[in-house]
């Protein structure tokens, strides 16, 4: 007796498993209070609003002679007294006369009833006047106003902002020193499969070293997270259960390798389902098609997101660019989950049907014009490591798109930073 056939539900477009993660994921929500010094990638949890002005009076953007600019009016050559000097870090409180000015230094308070600055390269001097020519300068010119970076009471960095070294420094010259930030994330990962082999082990026939555990933990760590590396779990139910209890009662999120594609072992997806929610879907993609996502409980209630990716490398690698950062994002409290996309002029016919996304391997360069152009790294094989590593970048041929053709310009995540 011929059984009845059931075709496979579609394949979910990559904006389809995007938003489904985007309207679960939410910030894990827990704080810590840290000195600034030690809060380098950190999330910030609340708005840091400034005490101060930035600056915080009317000062001299660079060195030269600072005067009243009404005698502007007159035009042509202008000759004005030196009466003093203005350094940085004292106020010159003295007064001043009509066409008399000051020597003023880079930073230095405006005296007060002066509100320009001619640079030095400007000027000549004759004994003691300063001459220059009014018809180069507009009144205000070379002065910056109290406040004009930042004003007290503004927010210097809102909540969500990751805390670069230039935020640092922000802060630092606001005179902060400890913010509340959201605690580091625990991400628990390990690979699958009982033809995994760790390094150190024997080869065997039909086996391969564990390459992903490399890759993601490293993705993990250039995102700045606390990695929990289970290492490799064989497919083996108490062994699977074990590790997944494990990594659910000390993470907030789990990543694997391999293990949710149609053919693995039924044991390892019904593992997950028996412990929560998961989801298996199959993404219309090229690397990566299958994909676990979804919460699993432990034993103890303890609660973790799960993200099952593809065994193949550059698949794993991929959908976790694709998917698992910039939920990871969401997780830490950060508002920056956009990838960085650039457009560049693709130097070679890439052939490329609708209904799917593609994120061929490409090298981004400029060419003797300067502009910015893309070409794949050659063969696109989902097993291929070596082409990750020639790339700089994943050419981005969205869903609807078709053939790409030499010179159309295209988009490319970069990978700068990021792995």
């Known amino acids: 007796m011929t059984l009845p056939s059931h075709?496979?539900?579609?394949?979910?477009?990559?904006?389809q498993v995007q938003q489904r993660i985007r309207q679960q994921i939410a910030s894990i929500g827990d704080t810590e209070t840290l000195e600034l010094r030690h809060a380098?990638?950190?999330?910030?949890?609340?708005?840091?609003v400034s005490p101060i002005s930035v600056p915080p009076h009317d000062n001299s953007a660079m060195d030269g002679y600072a005067f009243n600019s009404t005698c502007l009016a007159e035009?042509?050559?202008?000759a004005l007294k030196v009466v003093g000097t203005a350094l940085a870090g004292k106020a010159w409180t003295q007064s001043l006369q009509s066409g008399e000015c000051v020597k003023i230094m880079t930073g230095a308070i405006m005296p007060t009833g002066l509100n320009t600055v001619v640079p030095l390269e400007l000027t000549a001097l004759d004994g003691d006047n300063v001459k220059f020519s009014g018809?180069?300068?507009s009144p205000g010119a070379n002065r910056r106003r109290k406040g004009e970076d930042l004003m007290a009471g503004q927010p210097a960095l809102r909540a969500g902002q990751r805390l670069t070294p230039s935020a640092l420094g922000l802060l630092a010259s606001l005179g902060l020193q400890q913010l509340s930030v959201y605690r580091r994330l625990r991400v628990a990962y390990f690979s699958t499969g009982d033809e995994i082999l760790s390094l150190g082990e024997a080869?065997?026939?039909g086996s391969v070293y564990d390459s992903n555990r490399y890759t993601l933990t490293g993705l993990l760590t250039r995102l700045g997270v606390e990695v929990i590396d289970m290492g490799v779990v064989p497919d083996q139910p108490d062994a699977?259960?074990?590790?997944?209890?494990?990594?659910?009662?000390?993470?907030?999120?789990?990543i694997t390798s391999g293990g949710v594609s149609m053919g693995d072992a039924d044991h390892t997806r019904a593992m997950m389902k028996q412990m929560g929610e998961v989801s298996f879907w199959r993404v219309a993609m090229r690397p990566g098609r299958p994909m676990a996502f979804g919460q699993l409980r432990s034993g103890d209630g303890k609660e973790a997101w799960l993200?099952?990716?593809?065994?193949n490398p550059v698949a794993a690698m991929v959908t976790f660019l694709v998917f698992v950062r910039p939920a990871l994002q969401r997780l830490m409290g950060c508002n920056e989950a956009a990838p960085?996309?650039?457009?560049a002029r693709c130097t070679e016919a890439l052939r490329k049907r609708p209904g799917r996304s593609e994120f061929p391997r490409g090298v981004v360069h400029l060419d003797e014009k300067g502009q910015l152009c893309v070409r794949t790294t050659g063969p696109q094989g989902s097993g291929l490591l070596n082409s990750m590593v020639q790339a700089n970048g994943l050419i981005v041929l969205n869903h609807d798109q078709g053939e790409v053709a030499v010179g159309d310009m295209v988009e490319v995540m970069v990978f700068d930073g990021v792995m």
């Open 135 to 137: 018809s180069q300068l």
């Open 75 to 78: 035009g042509g050559q202008i």
């Open 40 to 48: 380098l990638d950190r999330v910030l949890a609340q708005d840091m």
């Open 240 to 254: 699977m259960q074990s590790a997944f209890e494990q990594a659910t009662r000390e993470a907030d999120a789990i």
């Open 7 to 15: 075709p496979p539900a579609a394949d979910l477009s990559v904006e």
């Open 203 to 205: 080869p065997r026939e």
């Open 340 to 343: 960085v996309l650039l457009l």
């Open 307 to 311: 993200f099952g990716l593809p065994g």
